[in-house]
């Protein structure tokens, strides 16, 4: 599956702890928006799309959730519980956030600029679309 939890380096000190994100850097793409869900209810799954070109990291930088991944072959679940792990999601990966703590702020930082069309919204879609790329790349 197209996906990766990179470590990212902690700068901490005496004073507490600080991440830095940088394009090309520590993350492999260039990116264009920052965004972040905070306030999230009880028992709520967000996500439930995948994307056709967009590339993503996603940080739970404070409390915690989880994610479900599903590249149409293969399935995953992940806990973000640390501010310094980041999930680099790549592909068409079909993604559903769950679990979040009362005080969870999940951060994604995006290849790109906020684009309805380059979402696939629905699952049987999204698994047309899978089979059609395996198709191309036999
Ligand atoms: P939505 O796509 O439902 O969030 P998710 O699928 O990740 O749970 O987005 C909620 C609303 O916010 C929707 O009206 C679209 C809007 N939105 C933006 O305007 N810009 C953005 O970058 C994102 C991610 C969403």
């Given at each position: ?16 702890q ?7 850097i ?47 072959m ?21 993604r559903?956030?769950y ?10 930082i ?18 047309k ?6 198709a191309?790349?036999?």
């Open positions: 599956m197209n996906v990766k939890i990179i470590p990212f380096q902690q700068h901490g000190d005496s004073r507490g600080l991440i830095a994100i940088e394009e090309k520590n993350v492999p793409f260039e990116f264009k928006r920052v965004y972040f869900m905070y306030e999230t209810k009880k028992n709520v799954r967000r996500g439930l799309h995948a994307h056709k070109k967009l590339k993503q990291i996603l940080f739970c930088v404070h409390g915690s959730c989880k994610v479900h991944l599903d590249d149409g293969e399935q995953r679940e992940v806990l973000l519980d640390k501010p310094y792990y980041g999930l680099l999601i790549e592909g068409l990966v079909w559903e956030m679990d979040f703590s009362e005080d969870a702020v999940l951060m994604v995006a290849s790109d600029f906020y684009d309805e069309s380059d979402y696939i919204r629905d699952y049987n879609e999204f698994l679309e899978v089979s059609v790329k395996n191309k790349e036999k």
